[in-house]
T-cell receptor, first 112, second 111 residues
Framework: DAGITQSPRHKVTETGTPVTLRCHQT?????MYWYRQDPGHGLRLIHY???????DKGEVSDGYSVSRSKTEDFLLTLESATSSQTSVYFC???????????FGPGTRLTVT | GDSVTQMEGPVTLSEEAFLTINCTYT??????LFWYVQYPGEGLQLLLK?????DKGSNKGFEATYRKETTSFHLEKGSVQVSDSAVYFC??????????FGAGTTVTVRA
């Protein structure tokens, strides 16, 4: 897993509440990513970061925001959780040279 | 934009059978191609990769060849084991360090 951890690993929350997921990496990778995994869709990119305080939207960014104040941490926030955001969320990182991304273990989020 | 299409599953095989998972891609440039594997309850891990045309990636008995003329990167293994049961994802990346994934193929190998 190249030193990537995610917290929490499981979370159940109610519709309308804010939720923050944390990704932490120990390899000093420059690029970090948040994906969601849903049946039949593979992994879809939510947001990514190409450096501290440098972030950009992915293909499914509506309802999500991110922040990266330190190289090692990348936070994903659901401003007001909806049932459609029930999913498994994966964080990934890469140093860039080989394009290979290293993935965290995932966070299973259920919005009731 | 970039996209990846891989064969739909699920695929169920017996041990020692031959496995092929088809993957084709659409890209504007010259992407790097990857196969990732996800074992139950885990995150994705890189299985193999190829960075230019005619490259063959290989790992753990799996192989895939980057075919530019057919825009394909099919995954093969000659003799599967129960431990190969997993979800397999084909993916590509161009200059921007973002990955585009296929939908995934679930493979179950029975003893």
């Amino acid at each position: 897993d190249a030193g990537i951890t995610q917290s929490p690993r499981h979370k159940v929350t109610e519709t309308g509440t804010p939720v923050t997921l944390r990704c932490h990496q120990t390899e000093n990778h420059r690029y970090m990513y948040w994906y969601r995994q849903d049946p039949g869709h593979g992994l879809r990119l939510i947001h990514y970061s190409y450096g501290v305080k440098d972030t950009d939207k992915g293909e499914v960014s509506d309802g999500y925001s991110v922040s990266r104040s330190k190289t090692e941490d990348f936070l994903l926030t659901l401003e007001s959780a909806t049932s459609s955001q029930t999913s498994v969320y994966f964080c990934a990182a890469t140093g860039g040279l080989s394009y290979e991304q290293y993935f965290g273990p995932g966070t299973r989020l259920t919005v009731t | 934009g970039d996209s990846v299409t891989q064969m739909e599953g699920p695929v169920t095989l017996s041990e020692e059978a031959f496995l092929t998972i088809n993957c084709t891609y659409t890209a504007t440039g010259y992407p790097s191609l990857f196969w990732y594997v996800q074992y139950p309850g885990e995150g994705l891990q890189l299985l193999l990769k190829a960075t230019k045309a005619d490259d063959k990636g290989s790992n753990k008995g799996f192989e895939a060849t980057y075919r530019k003329e057919t825009t394909s990167f099919h995954l093969e293994k000659g003799s599967v084991q129960v431990s190969d049961s997993a979800v397999y994802f084909c993916a590509l990346s161009e200059w921007d360090y973002k990955l585009s994934f296929g939908a995934g193929t679930t493979v179950t190998v029975r003893a």
